[in-house]
Nanobody
Framework: QVQLVESGGGLVQIGGSLRLSCAAS????????MRWYRQAPGKQREFVTA???????NYRDSVKGRFTISRDNAKNTVYLQMNSLKPEDTAVYYC???????????????WGQGTLVTVSS
């Protein structure tokens, strides 16, 4: 079993910054990639950004230049630095990771419980 725990959400003013963290734990042999998604009230969950084990990243257009994803492979942790936050960034942010389970050839694709980010004036 692999678990993800997100942290760092909260209330921030327009133009402010927040840093989200997502720590993976459990029977992990390898993590091939980690992603952040978000879901605003009344809307579908949408992709935000991803990072592979090799460090390749991609972002949705609306967050490019404002959000930065990074990871600490030794800690099995991914971070999302969010700057210049806008009201439209308000959402529950979910972490997702995929990889291989320790001691098996099975893969995992796991989600965290989400952390709420509220951007307000």
């Amino acid at each position: 079993q692999v678990q993800l725990v997100e942290s760092g959400g909260g209330l921030v003013q327009i133009g402010g910054s927040l840093r989200l963290s997502c720590a993976a734990s459990g029977s992990i042999f390898s993590i091939d990639g980690m992603r952040w998604y978000r879901q605003a009230p009344g809307k579908q969950r949408e992709f935000v950004t991803a990072i592979t084990s090799g460090g390749s990243t991609n972002y949705r257009d609306s967050v490019k230049g404002r959000f930065t994803i990074s990871r600490d492979n030794a800690k099995n942790t991914v971070y999302l630095q969010m700057n210049s936050l806008k009201p439209e960034d308000t959402a529950v942010y979910y972490c997702n990771a995929w990889g291989t389970v320790l001691g098996t050839l099975k893969t995992f694709d796991t989600w965290g419980q989400g952390t709420l980010v509220t951007v307000s004036s």
